[in-house]
């Protein structure tokens, strides 16, 4: 799926080399790799958007209908029962400002299969910006070198790993990758993982067949693309065929690059730099506009500004008031009870303290419901900023779908995003992005008038 975190990746690649060049004077170019050769469907099969631009409803889910079957991604296309999927996520899509440009770049997808249209897609979003989109399928037989290594030392490949999740371990780190052998066979088109044995490797998943390592040394030969490296060794396939000046990744491959240092040395690649992937948030609507919108990220106030709302509590104002009250009301009786019994006025007097009483409290009232108006207003506006920063109490970037921003506010924000990183491309800090100009009315939540970004601003009561 085109996830803003997918996105997110890119922009600081386009960005870091361009900073790159501008500081050093060298050639540098932005690569994304398209994991198009991983097999787990089920981890992208599934995408969200948002129902509508109020922020408040459920998000609508929409999912790829093929079952998994340890085929590559690369190798899952369109079908009938998919192309229901597309028609039905376009039909949404198509509602928006812009909605025409995102049917085209889900048009992309046909005749392609998931990765090759993720693939375009992201050319055609950066269409201008240099960055170079590689399937890694190509690189393969540019690698049979590396994978000769990790087949005829199997052992010191493990031990490797081993001593890579112990240094970790040693810094008070959880491992992020396990002790497997970083390296699949495919075998009738789908991925199988190999597991050394005593006198070669077994296949996984196909009937336990064991091969010989001058058999997969000979596979090899003939053809490199049946071989597809695991997590751990993918880095290393990426700087044996393309040496990097940085990788961009996000929390995860962070996580398991620093696993990689014994590796490096058994394969005798240098280890790849890597740095951690933009984190930003995009905020639109009449949320971006609010005065509190980083105030209310970071829920400093959010409690006590909701809380007699929330909790059904009367406010302490309104404790006091109806205090107020009473005493009021007692002391006016107080008073009249020192008048003769018989006075003429004394029913009229009476009933003029008990109206007196109750027209303070009425007023009470009347400042409790303008509280109440006002804190509703505030509590749904932060609703709103919530489900946009949270959708489904996920981060955004792991929920929302990148095409919905797009039907929303069409491409051209994506450059000037880009432009705007320049001025410091790997900084870690969470970045709220805001689109200016974005309006919500009662008749039509998703209106928008003309869209500009703004330049990302730092959260500081946001989580890095």
Not at 178 to 196: C, I, M, Q, Y
Not at 337 to 346: R, S, V
Not at 410 to 431: A, F, N, Q, S, V
């Amino acid at each position: 799926k085109p996830s803003s975190a997918a996105s997110d990746v890119y922009k600081r690649q386009v960005a870091a080399a361009r900073a790159y060049r501008r500081a050093t004077g060298r050639p540098c170019v932005p690569v994304f790799w398209v994991a198009g050769d991983d097999h787990d469907l089920d981890e992208i099969r599934t995408t969200y958007l948002p129902a509508s631009g109020s922020g408040l409803d459920e998000d609508l889910a929409f999912t790829y209908p093929t079952a998994a079957d340890r085929r590559p991604i690369a190798c899952f296309s369109l079908d009938d029962s998919s192309r229901a999927v597309v028609d039905s996520a376009r039909s949404h899509l198509r509602q928006r400002r812009f909605g025409e440009r995102a049917m085209e770049l889900v048009d992309l997808y046909e005749s392609r299969s998931l990765a090759g249209g993720f693939a375009a897609l992201l050319c055609e979003l950066l269409s201008g910006a240099g960055l170079v989109v590689i399937d890694p399928v190509r690189l393969r037989p540019l690698a049979a070198p590396l994978f000769e290594r990790v087949v005829s030392s199997p052992d010191r490949i493990v031990e490797a790993i081993h001593s890579g999740r112990e240094r970790v371990q040693a810094n008070g780190l959880r491992p992020v990758v396990g002790d497997r052998f970083p390296l699949f066979l495919l075998v009738n088109g789908k991925r199988h993982h190999l597991n050394p044995t005593a006198d070669g490797m077994r296949v996984e998943s196909d009937a336990g067949t064991t091969l010989s390592r001058q058999e997969l040394v000979a596979m090899l030969t003939r053809d490199p693309s049946t071989f597809s490296t695991g997590a751990l060794l993918r880095p290393f396939l990426q700087q044996y065929t393309l040496p990097s000046v940085l990788s961009i990744g996000g929390a995860a491959e962070v996580g398991y690059h620093a696993q990689l240092a014994p590796l490096a040395k058994a394969l005798d690649v240098d280890a790849p730099r890597i740095a951690l992937r933009l984190n930003a948030t995009l905020v639109d609507g009449r949320t971006a506009q609010t005065t509190e919108a980083a105030t209310m990220i970071g829920l400093s106030t959010a409690e006590s500004a909701t809380a007699a709302l929330v909790k059904g509590q009367p406010s302490e104002e309104q404790v006091r008031i109806r205090e107020l009250s009473q005493h009021v009301e007692g002391e006016l009786n107080r008073a009249l009870d020192t008048l003769p019994e018989n006075l003429p006025q004394g029913r009229r007097l009476r009933s003029g303290a008990a109206k007196i009483a109750k027209d303070i409290r009425t007023f009470s009232e009347r400042i409790d419901k303008a509280r109440t108006q006002t804190q509703e207003a505030q509590l749904l506006r932060m609703t709103k900023l919530w489900n946009q920063v949270f959708p489904g109490g996920v981060l955004q970037e792991r929920r929302w779908n990148v095409l919905h921003f797009v039907a929303k506010h069409g491409t051209d924000w994506i450059g000037e995003l880009c432009d705007h990183l320049m001025d410091d491309p790997l900084k870690l800090t969470h970045r709220l992005v805001a689109f200016r100009g974005a309006r919500e009315t009662q008749d039509n939540p998703d209106e928008d008038s003309a869209l500009r970004p703004t330049e990302p601003e730092e959260n500081r009561n946001y989580g890095e």
